[in-house]
């Protein structure tokens, strides 16, 4: 090999690790970030704690007195790390479900789940129908769930059964939206004033149910998603340059589609069934995260989850303080935030175009 291509390999070699290392600072500060909106979110409320306060309960626990400790530990701290953990994963769902469907505007809603968690809902809080083996307390969480991950069950069996490529499957998850979307219309139609109200505030999307029974369920779902989506992370980088591409490095590219919406089901039907209907986490999130680090998957796939994590985390904060004394249902506020943010997303892919 000539010296003219060893330095060429050379300051290629180079300029990779400065990537990777601009990269591993970009995942640095953005973990830094959702820490501080972590803390800001625990100290924000009505009660008038200060932020020294909440840390002094937060690194001592036994030593914070009654109240204060009921405020942190109990009320404020679970509905901050729900926040975290949801936007985590419905960013994650987002940037998974982009990349296998090859389209920028797809999320965990484009498929209907996120309609069909609020029939299964509806059918909960409207007719007390669901799955027998679960707890009452757990019966509008389960259905929620169940109803999500069948939907997506439900689009594959579709897709198969015509034969049909990416583009129909987002066609037959647009056509589950409207039929779910009118079931729901009509349970509301029939539904009492007081199931009506219970519905409509769930469909809002709301952390005001996160407790640490269902922080860990959220997190379990984390847990067993994440090793699996690093796993396939170079798989799906191999996607992104075409299914033709992707086929001829040996990627399997409808096996890999089909175990990428498991995990999307799984993500977003849970967090769904906790927090209701929250939006454009998880288009935003993964937009944001593909402008600040690329397309490398092992580094696109934990941004992505990061900036879901710190959108829905700011929300949380906002949603306190938009309107003082007064809870704003966090769905509310994410699409207040989020229509902007994806504009200007939007403006700045033009731009770089």
Partial sequence: MSDT??????????GYRGLVLRRSA??????LLLLG????????????????DVVGV????????????????????PY???????????????????TVLNNPLASP????????????AALAIVLGVGVPWIPQSWLLSGNAFLF???????????????????EALVLFGIALVFAFNAAVALLQFIATEQALQQLVF????????????????????????IPFSARAAWKLTALRLGEERALSFGVDANRLRNAALLRVSLLSGVSVAFVGTIGFVGLVGPHAARLLVGEDHRFFLPAAALCGALLLSLSSVASKMLVPGLLIPIGIVTALVGVPVFIALVFTRGRQA
């Fill in 148 to 166: 999500a991950f069948l939907s997506v069950l439900l689009l594959r069996l579709l897709s198969r059964l015509r034969g049909a490529g990416v």
């Fill in 37 to 52: 909106s972590l803390l800001l979110d625990v100290a924000t409320g009505p009660s008038r704690l200060g932020l020294s």
């Fill in 109 to 120: 809603f484009t498929l209907g789940v996120s309609s069909a968690a609020s029939l299964g």
């Fill in 58 to 77: 937060l690194l001592n626990p036994s030593a914070a007195t009654g109240p204060v400790s009921v405020i942190v530990l109990d009320v404020r701290l």
């Fill in 80 to 98: 901050a790390v729900m926040a975290v953990l949801v936007g985590a994963g419905l960013a994650l769902a987002g940037a998974e479900m982009q």
């Fill in 202 to 225: 769930w469909t809002m999307g709301s952390l005001a149910r996160a407790n640490w029974p269902k922080i860990g369920v959220m997190a379990l779902a984390l847990a067993i998603c």
């Fill in 5 to 14: 291509a060893l330095a060429t390999e050379h300051e290629a070699a180079i």
């Fill in 26 to 31: 970009v995942l640095a500060v953005l973990a």
